[in-house]
């Protein structure tokens, strides 16, 4: 069984599906969840979670517990925003997001996992390692 929160590579989560395991998708775009549970309907729940709030983990807990466990937990999330006038509201959503969001997610996953006695956690970053030339003047 697979815990996902969305925009993993369909690649990834059509590997999982042909190997007969489950898939537990998350996400903030319900349109999105419902389009890929047709694929597999047998095999997919799907659950509305945004990462920034925090009922997020409970709501995590209620897909687990759907489908009666999880085994695998990936998550992919993240935001970014060219930000050149350094907005702090822009800067603050994106940390929202990209960090607490980010470890809300991942450390419920681990503790979950630590509960069970066992599971896979794996992530796919939101950091981009380049940087965006920054001037100081003019």
């Given at each position: 069984?697979?815990?996902?929160?969305?925009y993993?590579?369909?690649?990834?989560?059509?590997e999982?599906?042909?190997?007969?395991?489950?898939?537990?998708?998350?996400?903030?775009r319900?349109?999105?969840?419902?389009a890929f549970?047709?694929?597999?309907?047998?095999?997919?729940?799907?659950?509305q979670l945004?990462?920034?709030?925090?009922?997020?983990?409970d709501k995590?807990?209620?897909?687990?517990?759907?489908?009666?466990?999880?085994?695998?937990?990936?998550l992919s999330?993240?935001?970014?925003n060219?930000?050149?006038?350094?907005?702090?509201?822009i800067?603050?959503?994106?940390?929202?997001?990209n960090?607490?969001?980010?470890?809300?997610?991942?450390?419920?996953a681990y503790?979950?996992?630590?509960?069970?006695?066992?599971?896979?956690?794996?992530?796919?970053?939101?950091?981009?390692?380049?940087c965006?030339?920054?001037?100081?003047?003019?």
């Amino acid at each position: 069984d697979m815990a996902e929160i969305e925009y993993v590579p369909l690649e990834t989560t059509d590997e999982i599906l042909l190997g007969g395991s489950s898939v537990l998708s998350a996400g903030r775009r319900l349109e999105r969840l419902e389009a890929f549970r047709e694929q597999a309907p047998e095999q997919t729940e799907i659950q509305q979670l945004d990462v920034t709030e925090v009922e997020a983990v409970d709501k995590l807990h209620l897909l687990i517990d759907k489908l009666g466990g999880m085994d695998l937990f990936l998550l992919s999330t993240g935001v970014g925003n060219q930000n050149r006038t350094l907005n702090p509201d822009i800067e603050l959503a994106t940390v929202n997001t990209n960090a607490i969001g980010f470890t809300r997610m991942v450390t419920a996953a681990y503790h979950y996992f630590k509960e069970q006695g066992c599971g896979h956690l794996a992530v796919i970053s939101p950091y981009n390692p380049l940087c965006y030339p920054f001037r100081t003047h003019q």
